[in-house]
T-cell receptor, first 113, second 111 residues
């Protein structure tokens, strides 16, 4: 079956612009996660959706970052007024819920110039 | 606050020998641990996991060991193959909470 799909695969934007990153999780997966990996760094947790529960937003680095998950499926991560330090690979993952393993997409490489 | 730590950023091992990747954690509430493997330009893929009620889990060439008293886990790959060259991440979670990842270790298998 299809895996986790992320779009776009690459995004170059100017500082100050807003960007939207999309994630299509595996059908039936109730949990959805966003992580990011900056150059030479590990995986930094951003936000976690689990079923109908309130999302865990504890990893969002600033109020410029927001995410939503519509209909329990597709998720969009929005970064407003992008800064150069936002440049990273943004990874989405889904799972059947803890402790089931996460399935990752190939990520969106965001470059802010 | 780095709750999961991989202190070795890189490791080089000869083909056919054993690769040992290490991971330490600080949160005693973690009860589930996983290892992921990542190739360039791809997302991480799940490799093997272990519950805190066990101290060892084996899957083919891969074995994960958990030492709860030391808050330490390790991944053993034997024999190591060139295709094992990748970045390896350990991760941990507590109950239904988010998965916390380490910084990763780049493993290079030399022919």
């Amino acid at each position: 079956g299809a895996g986790v799909s992320q779009s776009p695969s690459n995004k170059v934007t100017e500082k100050g612009k807003d960007v939207e990153l999309r994630c299509d999780p595996i059908s039936g997966h109730t949990a959805l996660y966003w992580y990011r990996q900056s150059l030479g760094q590990g995986l930094e947790f951003l936000i976690y959706f689990q079923g109908n529960s309130a999302p865990d937003k504890s990893g969002l680095p600033s109020d410029r970052f927001s995410a939503e998950r519509t209909g329990g499926s597709v998720s969009t991560l929005t970064i407003q007024r992008t800064q150069q330090e936002d440049s990273a690979v943004y990874l989405c993952a889904s799972s059947l819920g803890p402790p089931a393993p996460l399935h990752f997409g190939n990520g969106t490489r965001l470059t802010v110039t | 606050d780095q709750q999961v730590k991989q202190n070795s950023p890189s490791l080089s091992v000869q083909e056919g020998r054993i690769s040992i990747l290490n991971c330490d954690y600080t949160n005693s509430m973690f009860d589930y641990f996983l290892w992921y493997k990542k190739y360039p330009a791809e997302g991480p893929t799940f490799l093997i996991s272990i519950s805190s009620i066990k101290d060892k889990n084996e899957d083919g060439r891969f074995t994960v060991f958990l030492n709860k008293s030391a808050k330490h886990l390790s991944l053993h790959i034997v024999p190591s193959q060139p295709g094992d060259s990748a970045v390896y991440f350990c991760a941990a979670s507590s109950g239904a909470q988010k998965l916390v990842f380490g910084q990763g270790t780049r493993l290079t298998i030399n022919p």
